[in-house]
């Protein structure tokens, strides 16, 4: 159903090494013929040939990554490069010309704009075997392949975030899809729990993948229909894409696709991560998933008390941040974690009614497994599945979609309001964050939270859930998403992890 490269993967379903390169073995046996063109080295020149560009004459040379110009007279003019990444179409619009259109990265890693470029050929003939080259290179294939028909399902909440996000799409990221033979088929979201509707009841063996145009509620959403659906085990690794109309939008960060103009970027290409869940289990409820967080405590709060603020985009959460660290809540709460070192990763499998994914580490066998605990009086506690929280946020460094951990921090009852307003001040500076001794920071497969007092509030993905003991355990690999080029990595390197983080147990930690 996809067309792009899948990044490599253990049995489990997680990434081998989120910090290394894949193999040319694992990437042609996980990505059939897409994967043989990210295979191919990048010295191999795929063709070579005269053009005239600009107001002058080069030899064009392409590679897996760069369309090269040689000046024919060296003396003239410089060597020209552009990046086949940042290309997404070739163009035959007349005999003898080939345009090339790109959105190119700028110094702040954004795309701000299209451009083209336009070569003249000396034939026809020469014109077309360019474009045989460049046509399925930019949809991320091997020069020579035919693209195959593509199919997106892409649904817009158009009253998410400021608002714009129809308009965007219609401006910035659909004449992309149309001039890469990209199809849609577009739905706007009428109504909350819409997007669950539609995940619940698609036929999606007629599309390639699906998109979000919205922030992370919307992808909750999406995400959880698919997982009630009778065929959810299949149907989960469909993949999922997000085009960044929200005013936290904490997953399109963390998937390199920052901006409309890389999301669409990300989706002609069709590079596949694999994705982990959070199972969300609290008694009475049926099982929810949570594909970028579940919080408690100062950021659930500024996350849920600034819906009010939404026009504002992002900046919401600095009027509510302000806010609420000037009246900073201590609650006294349980927290049990089991950490990763001491609880081997399980490859996900459905439950003995087959209708959601068996868990491993709560439930049934939690007593089998080697807890610790930590009950007192705290200010946060955070499991991610992500580095980001939103485009400004980034509490869990060391986090990786696919690692098949739980980034539990936790901010301790010691933090007052003045360490507090100077956390959120620098959220999005994670090397401060980390720092700060009143932060604790360890990997973990699964964690309960048990509030005691006060009002607390539990947030999902942005969504608020009801007070009570929540369980959270990870599901690794369990999905699909598309990313950019450029596999998503941990903002810091996981092996620096031990040195630079304040890790549990505190004072109050025990084993259970």
Same mark, same amino acid.
């Given at each position: 159903?996809?067309?792009?490269?899948?990044?490599?993967?253990?049995?489990?379903?997680?990434?081998?090494?989120?910090?290394?390169?894949? %193999?040319? @073995?694992? =990437?042609a046996?996980?990505?059939?013929?897409?994967?043989? *063109?990210?295979?191919? +080295?990048?010295? #191999? &020149?795929?063709?070579?040939?005269?053009?005239?560009?600009?107001?002058?004459?080069?030899?064009?040379?392409?590679?897996?990554?760069?369309?090269?110009?040689?000046?024919?007279?060296?003396?003239?003019?410089?060597?020209?490069?552009?990046?086949?990444?940042?290309?997404?179409?070739?163009?035959?619009?007349?005999?003898?010309?080939?345009?090339?259109?790109?959105?190119?990265?700028?110094?702040?890693?954004?795309?701000?704009?299209?451009?083209?470029?336009?070569?003249?050929?000396?034939?026809? %003939?020469? @014109?077309? =075997?360019?474009?045989?080259?460049?046509?399925?290179?930019f *949809?991320?294939?091997? +020069?020579?392949? #035919? &693209?195959?028909?593509?199919?997106?399902?892409?649904?817009?909440?158009?009253?998410?975030?400021?608002?714009?996000?129809?308009?965007?799409?219609?401006?910035?990221?659909?004449?992309?899809?149309?001039?890469?033979?990209?199809?849609?088929?577009?739905?706007q979201?009428?109504?909350?729990?819409?997007?669950?509707?539609?995940?619940?009841?698609?036929?999606?063996?007629?599309?390639?993948?699906?998109?979000?145009?919205?922030?992370d509620?919307?992808?909750?959403?999406?995400?959880?229909?698919?997982?009630?659906?009778?065929?959810?085990?299949?149907?989960?690794?469909?993949?999922?894409?997000?085009?960044?109309?929200?005013?936290g939008?904490?997953?399109?960060?963390?998937?390199?696709?920052?901006?409309?103009?890389?999301?669409?970027?990300?989706?002609?290409?069709?590079?596949?991560?694999?994705?982990?869940?959070?199972?969300?289990?609290?008694?009475?409820?049926?099982?929810?998933?949570?594909?970028?967080?579940?919080?408690?405590?100062?950021?659930?709060?500024i996350?849920?008390?600034?819906?009010?603020?939404?026009?504002?985009?992002?900046?919401?959460?600095?009027?509510?941040?302000?806010?609420?660290?000037?009246?900073?809540?201590?609650?006294r709460?349980?927290?049990?974690?089991?950490?990763?070192?001491?609880?081997?990763?399980?490859?996900?499998?459905?439950?003995?009614?087959?209708?959601?994914?068996?868990?491993?580490?709560?439930?049934?066998?939690?007593?089998?497994?080697?807890w610790?605990?930590v009950?007192?009086?705290?200010?946060?506690?955070?499991?991610?599945?992500?580095?980001?929280?939103?485009?400004?946020?980034?509490?869990?460094?060391?986090?990786?979609?696919?690692?098949?951990?739980?980034?539990?921090?936790?901010?301790?009852g010691?933090?007052?309001?003045?360490?507090?307003?100077?956390?959120?001040?620098?959220?999005?500076?994670?090397?401060k964050?980390?720092?700060?001794?009143?932060?604790?920071?360890?990997?973990?497969?699964?964690?309960?939270?048990?509030?005691?007092?006060?009002?607390?509030?539990?947030?999902?993905?942005?969504?608020?859930?009801v007070?009570?003991?929540?369980?959270?355990?990870?599901?690794?690999?369990?999905?699909?998403?598309?990313?950019?080029?450029?596999a998503?990595?941990?903002?810091?390197?996981?092996?620096?992890?031990?040195?630079?983080?304040?890790?549990?147990?505190?004072?109050?930690?025990?084993?259970?």
């Amino acid at each position: 159903a996809w067309w792009g490269p899948l990044r490599p993967e253990k049995s489990a379903g997680v990434m081998s090494d989120p910090g290394a390169a894949p %193999s040319a @073995a694992e =990437a042609a046996s996980s990505g059939g013929s897409a994967a043989a *063109a990210a295979a191919v +080295p990048s010295d #191999v &020149v795929f063709i070579t040939t005269k053009v005239k560009f600009l107001s002058g004459r080069y030899i064009l040379k392409v590679t897996r990554d760069d369309l090269i110009l040689l000046p024919e007279q060296r003396r003239t003019s410089e060597a020209l490069f552009y990046n086949v990444a940042d290309c997404y179409a070739a163009v035959l619009p007349r005999p003898g010309m080939v345009e090339v259109y790109l959105v190119p990265l700028t110094n702040e890693r954004k795309r701000t704009k299209n451009a083209k470029l336009i070569f003249l050929l000396d034939s026809e %003939s020469e @014109a077309t =075997a360019l474009h045989t080259v460049l046509a399925p290179l930019f *949809a991320n294939l091997p +020069p020579g392949s #035919v &693209v195959p028909q593509r199919k997106l399902l892409v649904i817009i909440n158009p009253f998410s975030g400021t608002k714009k996000g129809a308009q965007m799409f219609q401006r910035r990221v659909l004449p992309i899809f149309k001039l890469a033979g990209l199809e849609t088929e577009v739905i706007q979201t009428t109504h909350a729990g819409h997007a669950k509707e539609i995940a619940q009841s698609a036929n999606l063996a007629a599309y390639s993948g699906l998109a979000v145009v919205s922030g992370d509620g919307l992808l909750h959403e999406l995400v959880n229909g698919i997982m009630t659906r009778p065929d959810w085990a299949t149907a989960i690794r469909t993949p999922i894409g997000i085009i960044p109309g929200g005013s936290g939008n904490g997953m399109a960060e963390a998937l390199g696709v920052p901006d409309y103009y890389s999301a669409a970027l990300c989706l002609v290409k069709g590079c596949v991560q694999p994705m982990d869940l959070l199972a969300v289990q609290q008694e009475g409820k049926p099982l929810a998933f949570a594909h970028l967080e579940v919080i408690w405590g100062l950021v659930a709060d500024i996350d849920l008390e600034s819906d009010s603020y939404r026009w504002a985009g992002s900046s919401r959460f600095d009027f509510a941040g302000l806010a609420r660290a000037l009246n900073l809540r201590k609650q006294r709460t349980k927290i049990r974690f089991l950490e990763s070192a001491d609880a081997p990763l399980h490859k996900v499998v459905p439950n003995d009614s087959g209708d959601a994914p068996k868990l491993h580490y709560v439930g049934e066998t939690e007593g089998s497994h080697k807890w610790k605990m930590v009950e007192d009086r705290l200010v946060q506690v955070i499991g991610c599945n992500v580095p980001y929280q939103s485009d400004s946020c980034c509490l869990a460094p060391f986090s990786h979609i696919a690692d098949g951990n739980i980034d539990l921090v936790f901010f301790d009852g010691r933090m007052t309001s003045v360490k507090a307003a100077g956390l959120l001040l620098n959220v999005a500076k994670p090397d401060k964050v980390i720092a700060s001794p009143h932060v604790q920071y360890t990997k973990v497969r699964a964690f309960i939270i048990e509030p005691h007092e006060g009002r607390n509030i539990i947030d999902v993905d942005g969504e608020r859930t009801v007070s009570a003991c929540t369980k959270v355990e990870i599901l690794p690999g369990i999905g699909r998403v598309f990313c950019a080029v450029n596999a998503p990595m941990p903002v810091f390197p996981v092996h620096a992890m031990a040195e630079r983080v304040n890790k549990p147990p505190l004072a109050s930690v025990s084993e259970v």
